[in-house]
């Protein structure tokens, strides 16, 4: 059997199987280190980047735990977003699902922008395990329709996020009403001070497990720096999402009318392009997912949203319109490509004011090379533009000057002289965006307003 391996911390066999159906055979570090102790019952704390196994670390333990003859709510697991709490449950269901019907565990999703009335009609049996965001399971537990006293265990996931986003308070309401002897598992990449009073309320005596990544980013990222110099940055932008022709690209903003402004220009441009920020409506983020998981589109302009939690496949190509103000966010962002293997490239924008940011980056071990964008090629500079922190690096072997943006570079054995290949895109994708365009435009004007 291919998950084997997990078999030594002693789970459910239906969870064997689970595993198995989804091919993973060995734990990950953080699953080593902390499954044996959620099973056990300690409070843990679990900081890790995205991608580190972190998600089956909790719930593996946690359904094992589930009582089944029980009735009654036994572990709340919230997150900052609703599509986060809806990834984290849709992992869950793989879990659960493989069981037999008297062995399956009765879990439930609630989030907000849903119809609450609906959720309060299918609460008349109360799950053993609810995931949620806080805000709704917040109200529904101070209408007493989410019944949580006899909730053991509560995952907080994202746990900077939620600081950020004020939402401790919600998960603090939850946890007042929770069991006496609750078993916490916080998980976060990092661990803002601000956040220690809340932990210290808490938990009694934490195992604290800290994954450090291999390396400040994938292997296979290259990371470029692009200088603005006095172009307008719309419509460098803009020039810059179609001269390299993605898979699928993200181009990341700060805010969310930087989101709408780019979004917006990028229209108007004829691009096949979709928005994700927190201003959407819940309905339209939700049809923006199904957008992107289909395929369907090409750019997605977004705030950091959907650089945290959020799982985009297929990403070949990161933009940072600005730089994050944390920058632990450069890291999050790039890491929504060259995923399973695969290459990407991640663009910054360079603007003077980002000389500071750009060396702290440099610092943590990203290495950066430096190109610009002129009439649609691509050309690498010898050395960083003027006021871009680094030092100089050696002169490369061929300017690949004319070599158009988007296609991948491979030296072979031709005398040091750069051959240009096309990077594959989904055959018929350009035909097939061109017929949505018009709806697309129409749809997204009229949410907007």
């Not at 101070?142 to 939620?162: F, G, I, P, S």
């Amino acid at each position: 059997m291919i998950a084997d391996n997990f078999k030594r911390f002693q789970l459910k066999s239906y969870l064997i199987d689970a595993l198995s159906n989804q091919g993973l055979r060995l734990p990950t570090d953080i699953q080593e280190r902390l499954i044996p102790a959620i099973k056990s019952g300690k409070d843990v704390i679990g900081q890790s980047q995205t991608g580190t196994g972190k998600t089956l670390a909790f719930l593996l333990p946690i359904v094992d735990k589930i009582d089944v003859s029980k009735h009654e709510v036994q572990a709340v697991i919230t997150a900052p977003t609703r599509e986060l709490a809806s990834q984290l449950f849709q992992e869950l269901k793989k879990l659960v699902d493989v069981a037999e019907e008297k062995q399956r565990v009765h879990a439930k999703l609630i989030v907000g922008g849903t119809d609450r009335q609906r959720i309060v009609e299918g609460l008349k049996v109360q799950p053993q395990i609810v995931v949620g965001t806080t805000g709704r399971l917040a109200d529904l537990v101070q209408d007493q329709k989410l019944l949580v006293h006899t909730a053991t265990m509560l995952v907080v996931d994202e746990a900077d996020q939620m600081l950020d986003m004020g939402f401790i308070d919600d998960v603090d309401r939850v946890a007042s009403k929770m069991a006496e002897e609750l078993q916490m598992m916080v998980f976060s990449a990092t661990i803002p001070e601000k956040l220690q009073p809340f932990l210290k309320k808490y938990m009694n005596d934490p195992r604290h497990v800290h994954v450090q990544p291999q390396q400040a980013a994938a292997r296979k990222i290259e990371h470029r720096i692009v200088p603005l110099r006095h172009r307008n940055k719309i419509d460098f932008v803009v020039e810059l999402a179609k001269s390299i022709n993605p898979y699928l690209a993200i181009i990341f903003t700060n805010t969310k009318d930087q989101a709408d402004e780019v979004a917006d220009a990028m229209l108007e441009k004829g691009l096949n392009v979709e928005r994700l920020h927190g201003g959407l409506q819940p309905r339209a983020r939700k049809q923006v997912m199904r957008q992107i998981n289909e395929v369907k589109v090409q750019y997605v302009v977004a705030t950091d949203l959907a650089a945290r939690g959020i799982d985009i496949r297929g990403v070949s190509h990161i933009i940072n319109f600005n730089l994050p103000q944390d920058l632990d966010f450069y890291i999050h962002r790039v890491g929504r490509t060259a995923r399973a293997g695969a290459d990407g490239i991640a663009f910054t924008i360079f603007e003077q004011e980002d000389q500071h940011a750009v060396e702290k980056l440099i610092k943590k071990g990203i290495s950066f090379t430096y190109a610009d964008l002129k009439q649609g090629n691509w050309l690498t500079l010898d050395r960083p533009p003027l006021g871009v922190p680094g030092k100089k690096s050696r002169k490369v072997a061929t300017k690949q000057e004319g070599v158009k943006i988007g296609k991948k570079i491979e030296k072979k054995n031709t005398g040091g002289k750069a051959v240009a290949k096309a990077k594959k895109v989904k055959p018929g994708y350009k035909k097939k965006a061109k017929r949505q365009l018009e709806e697309r435009v129409k749809r997204q004007r009229r949410q907007k307003k």
